[in-house]
């Protein structure tokens, strides 16, 4: 076994048993169950990882009690935008990580109340994360929602439904992508670091390495969206192309788009020199989102 698969499944397994355990039961009603389906059931949880590795970064403490909480936070808040980027009116997907979507599954009107509660109970577990000072506390939630909404993920979501059939430039996809994709691995490193303690120049060396990693990670999506296959995507292949969406591989071809995410891999990594924690789970992460096959 590799030593992200190591890292991956120690800490995979801690992150799944807490978001169980933070699935609010309603009865008579199908809404906890289409939660649990759409927050519970699989993905690569690399936004969580990525909550402790930002944490082992600047802290020579191997724990937190308040980890479990920020990873499902974050977590929770991913899981909210894949539910309404399926929707109809969105995306209109109907496999996410190889089962039918909550939509497809349920129905619409569940799907988007599936969608609203898991985004406001990612700030309820920060409002409720233990041993958090209220600055920290503050600065968490500041730091998701900033990610999250208007100026972050939902903005980027925004311009990428805008951009079916038009033509953007490297620069329009880059900003694009920076948003959808990467405010919230940007929000996951900080977020991670803050608990921590970081310093601002230990924020700002965090805050290049995310911003590489988000935007490789969204490279190897559209990679993997050519070289790739349904089974193995968890979700349709093709899905971007068909629908006429520009990409770094439209934009530049494959054999360019590899090279561009093997150099923001590089830029991740050469960022994490001055930082004062242990940073391998971080070097394993960047090394894994270049080389996943899903």
Do not use: W
Not at 148 to 159: E, K, N, S, T
């Amino acid at each position: 076994m590799s030593a992200y698969a190591d890292f991956s499944k120690a800490v995979r397994a801690r992150i799944d048993r807490a978001l169980t355990q933070a699935i609010p039961t309603t009865r008579d009603n199908p809404l906890s169950e289409a939660m649990h389906y759409a927050l519970a059931g699989g993905g690569k949880r690399i936004r969580p990882l990525l909550v402790f590795a930002g944490f082992y970064a600047v802290n020579a403490e191997r724990d937190h009690s308040a980890l479990d909480h920020l990873a499902c936070a974050i977590e929770a808040i991913h899981a909210y935008s894949l539910v309404h980027d399926d929707l109809p009116a969105m995306d209109d997907d109907d496999l996410r990580r190889g089962k039918p979507t909550c939509h497809i599954a349920f129905d619409e009107a569940t799907a988007i109340l599936t969608g609203d509660a898991l985004q406001t109970l990612a700030f309820e577990l920060l409002a409720q994360a233990p041993e958090v000072s209220a600055t920290t506390r503050i600065s968490l939630i500041q730091t998701l929602a900033q990610s999250a909404g208007a100026r972050g993920m939902v903005l980027g979501q925004a311009i990428d439904l805008a951009a079916v059939n038009q033509t953007l430039t490297l620069a329009q996809l880059e900003h694009m992508h920076r948003c959808k994709t990467g405010a919230l691995i940007d929000a996951s490193v900080a977020m991670g670091a803050q608990l921590g303690a970081a310093t601002h120049a230990h924020l700002a060396a965090l805050a290049r390495y995310s911003r590489a990693l988000g935007l490789a990670f969204q490279v190897q999506d559209d990679i993997l969206d050519i070289t790739s296959d349904t089974q193995t995507l968890g979700k349709q292949q093709g899905a971007d192309q068909a629908r006429n969406k520009p990409t770094y591989v439209s934009l530049l071809g494959l054999e360019a788009a590899q090279e561009k995410a093997r150099a923001l891999q590089q830029e991740a990594l050469s960022s994490l020199t001055q930082l004062p924690g242990n940073t391998q789970a971080l070097h394993l992460i960047a090394q894994y989102v270049v080389e996943r096959e899903h």
